[in-house]
């Protein structure tokens, strides 16, 4: 199972950024997959979720209105399309996948993470 991040950079704040996180190894089709964050000396976060069956979706009150989870079935890739940014949204950003129903917010509710990807916004 693999699950591979990437889009991070460097971003002024305001800016935007798209994330993608491409899975394989495993059939997900029932899975919940979800974006977290980890900013220097931070616990990780919830950040998103997304249902692959149905495609119902789960914010984190900090990015709600700004960040839009989502998900092409034809290519095995969630995405996260940030807008807004703010310096506080500066962290390493990881995808992460459960074999179940239910969106969860705790990082240790979730079998497989992908390797992280850094994003940056400048003040």
């Known amino acids: 199972v693999q699950l591979q991040a990437s889009g991070g950079g460097l971003v002024q704040a305001g800016g935007s950024l798209r994330l993608s996180c491409a899975a394989s190894g495993r059939t997900f089709s029932s899975d919940v997959m979800a974006w977290f964050r980890q900013a220097p000396g931070k616990e990780r976060e919830f950040v998103a979720g997304?249902?692959?069956?149905?495609?119902?979706?789960f914010y984190a009150d900090s990015v709600k209105g700004r960040f839009t989870i989502s998900r092409d079935n034809a290519k095995n890739t969630v995405y996260l399309q940030m807008t807004s940014l703010k310096p506080e949204d500066t962290a390493v950003y990881y995808c992460?996948?459960?074999?179940?129903?239910?969106?969860?917010?705790?990082?240790?509710?979730?079998?497989?993470w992908g390797q992280g990807t850094l994003v940056t916004v400048s003040s």
């Open positions: 997304i249902m692959w069956s149905g495609g119902s979706t």
């Open positions: 992460a996948a459960r074999p179940d129903r239910w969106i969860k917010i705790s990082p240790s509710q979730y079998d497989y």
